[in-house]
């Protein structure tokens, strides 16, 4: 078996170029939309072409699921306070792999391998828009964050493109 070589030797030629053609410098901190968006990682979700965004337009918070997790929180916490952000938007999707795994299984199986259970939940579920509507909630009820009221949870169809609005 060939070994394949690293990724980073290959995406670091192509930020020479990239640099090349830089034209987004001096931009502002602050999101000039002043949202934030927390989204899952899977990289099938491109969350500014989805969303029709630009550079510097939104501030994007990503994890495994788009858990509102301590972090998560800490990381609005800063976007509000410090960055000036005042509106949350929420995307999960279908077809997570968060929907197809349990937690305690996998967590064992780490506990297993290491011998260490790591001191993180999870975050699996079994329903993207049942735990959109508990991601909402869950920012909504933190006292860290100023501007809990504007915050909308959607969930991304990836074999469509679609985003569906969950109440919450």
Known sequence: MTERPPNADELLENNRTYQETFADRHLSLTPTR???IVACMDSRMDIFAMLGLGK?????????????????IRS???SQRLLGTDEV?????????LEKIEDHEFL????TDTGERPPWALGSF????????ASIDRIRSTPFLPNRHRVRGFVYHTDTGELIE???
Do not use: F, K, M
Request: net charge negative; hydrophobic share 40%.
């Open 108 to 111: 064992e199986g780490l506990e």
């Open 166 to 168: 969950v109440a919450g």
């Open 34 to 36: 002043r949202l934030a």
């Open 126 to 133: 079994e329903d993207p828009y049942q735990d959109t509507v």
């Open 76 to 78: 609005l916490c800063l």
């Open 56 to 72: 510097g337009e939104a501030h994007i918070i990503r994890n495994a699921g788009g858990v509102v997790t301590d972090d998560v």
């Open 89 to 97: 938007i929420l995307i999960h999707h279908t077809d997570c792999s």
